[in-house]
């Protein structure tokens, strides 16, 4: 158990509707990335949050968007949901903005869209 | 940008035997950090071992070592008697020095043969 909880683990929803999904990082750790896990494009980053605010931004689609709440809790908001949005969706927190330390992965959400 | 890239998308192995995952990648910085992951088919990501740019010696971890050449940007995984709890996805993934997030190379899927 990596100490990052991630809710819910199965979505299954129709093309253009909206989802959330909730990531809880490891006790302490300020930082937290969004990844997505999908067939055909791999492992991708999409969005980093850290203490709150945006640090980085990677192959996110507009449709897209996430935050970061005070007790530092995250959530990413996937609206006008397409076929090709199903995919696995990991939340990594880590302590700090330092590369030394690691990321730790949540266990994922799955999205199927239909 | 940084790129990783495995060449083997799958590789079996006898068990007790050892087996060998290759990795490179792309990168014109000189401080970075590579890891490989292990991804069972619960999905969850696990770190199985780090390695830091700036150490010659390559990381071991129990049953777990590297190979890691910096010059040839090569950075392959070893696994000694293999166990049957060894089998799945591994991903090799680069993390350049500063805030950025993890890139992630398509994975090599290890299947172990009682």
């Known amino acids: 158990d990596s100490g990052v909880t991630q809710t819910p683990k199965h979505l299954i929803t129709a093309t253009g509707q909206r989802v959330t999904l909730r990531c809880s990082p490891r006790?302490?750790?300020?930082?937290v990335y969004w990844y997505q896990q999908s067939l055909d494009q791999g492992l991708q980053f999409l969005i980093q949050?850290?203490?709150?605010?945006?640090?980085a931004k990677g192959n996110i689609l507009e449709r897209f968007s996430a935050q970061q709440f005070p007790d530092l809790h995250s959530e990413l908001n996937l609206s006008s949901l397409e076929l090709g949005d199903s995919a696995l969706y990991f939340c990594?927190?880590?302590?700090?903005?330092?590369?030394?330390?690691?990321?730790?992965f949540g266990p994922g959400t799955r999205l199927t869209v239909t | 940008a940084q790129t990783v890239t495995q060449s083997q998308p799958e590789m079996s192995v006898q068990e007790a035997e050892t087996v060998t995952l290759s990795c490179t990648y792309d990168?014109?910085?000189?401080?970075?950090?590579l890891f490989w992951y292990k991804q069972p088919p619960s999905r969850q990501m696990i770190l199985v071992i780090r390695?830091?740019?700036?150490?010659?010696q390559n990381a071991t971890e129990n049953r777990f070592s590297v190979n890691f050449q910096k010059a040839a940007k090569s950075f392959s995984l070893k696994i000694s008697d293999s166990q049957l709890g060894d089998a799945a996805m591994y991903f090799c993934?680069?993390?350049?020095?500063?805030?950025?997030?993890?890139?992630f190379g398509k994975g090599t899927r290890l299947s172990v043969i009682a």
């Open positions: 990594a927190s880590s302590a700090d903005l330092n590369s030394s330390y690691e990321q730790y």
């Open positions: 006790s302490g750790d300020l930082s």
């Open positions: 949050y850290y203490n709150g605010e945006e640090r």
């Open positions: 990168t014109s910085e000189s401080d970075y950090y």
């Open positions: 390695q830091e740019a700036y150490k010659q």
């Open positions: 993934a680069y993390r350049s020095s500063g805030n950025t997030p993890l890139v």
